[in-house]
């Protein structure tokens, strides 16, 4: 389960991974990016990849959080 989707003014008040709208062409898709309590991290389609150790210039996300801890 995941929480309703925030707009990119209002912060998550916990570090983790969250998943985040991007903006395309065609639309939105989404992905995950990794909240540390100031900035986002890159995002990526793969909840496991590299791009979430890696700041990203665009700041204002869409996001929404997981209802319960992940393992």
Same mark, same amino acid.
């Given at each position: 389960?995941?929480?309703? =989707?925030?707009?990119?003014?209002?912060?998550?008040?916990?570090?983790?991974?969250?998943?985040?709208? &991007?903006?395309?062409?065609?639309? &939105?898709?989404?992905? &995950?990016?990794? =909240?540390?309590?100031?900035? =986002? *991290?890159?995002? *990526?389609?793969?909840?496991?990849?590299?791009?979430?150790?890696?700041?990203?210039?665009?700041?204002?996300?869409? =996001?929404?959080?997981?209802?319960?801890?992940?393992?």
């Amino acid at each position: 389960m995941m929480t309703p =989707w925030f707009p990119p003014h209002i912060k998550p008040v916990h570090t983790g991974v969250y998943e985040v709208k &991007f903006t395309k062409l065609a639309g &939105f898709y989404t992905g &995950f990016a990794t =909240w540390n309590g100031k900035k =986002w *991290s890159r995002g *990526s389609h793969n909840l496991l990849d590299d791009y979430h150790r890696n700041f990203d210039a665009l700041q204002n996300k869409y =996001w929404r959080g997981f209802k319960e801890k992940q393992t």
